[in-house]
């Protein structure tokens, strides 16, 4: 009978101060997150984009083969071609169509007013003059006091400086909010193209930080997440492809001024799942809502037509082999992340997720394989 001794047991104290460290570890790690998130948020798209070009030159690999790189510099060359394509070609057309969709979604708007102050609901709250004199705009005037209008003095020269700094302030506002979000398009494609070009360097060096008897785990964790992600960009983009097309054709049967653009905005808004698709519907009909009575009707049998299609059809069919994924926990996960995180949060969910259910999968089966049992020898 062979005696195991046991490790001599640890002190009160030196447990409570290892608990106290772990948590104040942990607190500290989630103030970081939630401090960087939307860097992080940033970090992840790149990363989608990567993973994106990867995929399509792997599918370019399987119908012409050849190097990575000049498959990669393909893809890179064909999406180009097409965005330029799209901004050069139909630039004038989008724009044109999304003046008139704007004009018609405004007098729409108006009219729903209207509507709604003939029978007595008070809307001054959405009356601009409101915001900006704080309280609701007085239209009455009384018959011995003729209406005037006040020209602005330009005689005072803080009246003069006060404007001119408002408006400067406005232009400062609109050209950091431009810059910025075209920095963001800028460094999530830039890290998209980096990571796509070397992935196989930055697979080994994430997983270089993990420990050596745990480095076989992390690699299949890698890859699986990069699969997972990669099957669902794919048929994401093939379903929003799809929208695209359907929308765009039905509505202009149908007659609905914009057809371009709802089609684009409906394919596009696809991919925020549920959120998208009810936001991509509401501007369907407000669109609609100037064309009559059968328009507007056809026009939401339309977008119901669609919504039946995408999740009945099309996401059953395409996403069923990359994530499975219950509804309800999707849509109670949007809500969660878009209220903690904005729309980061929102559009970002369904990935997020699913490569959470990955990490979560590998975890629980690795613990699976490996029984917590102490036994004696004898």
């Known amino acids: 009978m062979t005696i195991v001794d046991e490790p001599p047991p640890r002190s009160l104290a030196w447990s409570i101060g290892a608990g106290g ?20 948020f940033l970090l992840f798209a790149g990363i989608l984009f990567g993973v994106f070009l990867n995929a399509l030159s792997r599918l370019l690999g399987q119908a012409i083969g050849g190097p990575y790189v000049l498959r990669l510099a393909l893809v890179c060359l064909l999406l180009a071609t097409v965005f330029s394509g799209v901004v050069v070609l139909g630039g004038a057309t989008i724009a044109e169509q999304a003046s008139a ?3 018609t979604i405004r007098s729409q ?6 509507f709604l102050e003939k029978r007595g ?11 900006l004199t704080g309280g609701p705009a007085t239209h009455a005037t009384t018959a011995t006091e003729p209406t005037r209008s006040r020209a602005p003095d330009f005689s005072n020269a803080g009246t003069i ?25 800028f460094v999530v494609i830039l890290l998209g193209l980096m990571l796509a070009l070397q992935p196989k360097i930055y697979r080994e060096g994430l997983i270089g930080f993990v420990p050596r008897r745990h480095r076989q785990v992390a690699a299949q964790l890698v890859d699986d997440a990069a699969e997972t992600l990669r099957r669902w960009l794919l048929g994401q983009m093939t379903t929003m492809a799809t929208i695209f097309v359907i929308t765009w054709t039905g509505l202009t049967i149908i007659g609905i001024p914009g057809a371009l653009v709802l089609g684009f905005q ?17 501007i369907i009909v407000l669109a609609s809502l100037g064309s009559g009575f059968t328009a507007v009707v056809s026009a939401f049998g339309l977008y119901l037509l669609v919504q039946f299609l995408e999740g009945n059809i099309l996401t059953p069919l395409i996403q069923r082999h990359a994530i499975n994924i219950p509804p309800a926990t ?23 997720i699913a490569v959470i259910k990955v990490v ?3 975890v629980y089966r690795e613990r699976g394989a490996k029984p917590e049992a102490k036994t004696v020898a004898a």
């Open 101 to 103: 969709l704007t004009t």
């Open 360 to 362: 979560l999968r590998h």
């Open 330 to 352: 999707l849509f109670a996960s949007q809500i969660f992340l878009g209220v903690l995180f904005g729309l980061w949060g929102l559009a970002l969910a369904l990935p997020l």
């Open 121 to 131: 609901i008070d809307t001054s709250f959405l009356d601009p003059a409101t915001t």
């Open 109 to 114: 708007v108006g009219t729903v007013k209207g």
């Open 21 to 40: 460290c772990v948590i104040v570890a942990f607190a500290a790690l989630l103030a970081l997150i939630w401090y960087s998130a939307a860097t992080l």
């Open 266 to 282: 409906a394919g596009l808004l696809t991919f925020v799942p549920t959120v998208g698709a009810l936001a991509a519907g509401t």
């Open 161 to 185: 400086a006060s404007g001119t700094t408002a408006v400067l302030g406005q232009t400062a506002r609109i050209l950091i909010g431009f810059f910025g979000a075209m920095g963001n398009i």
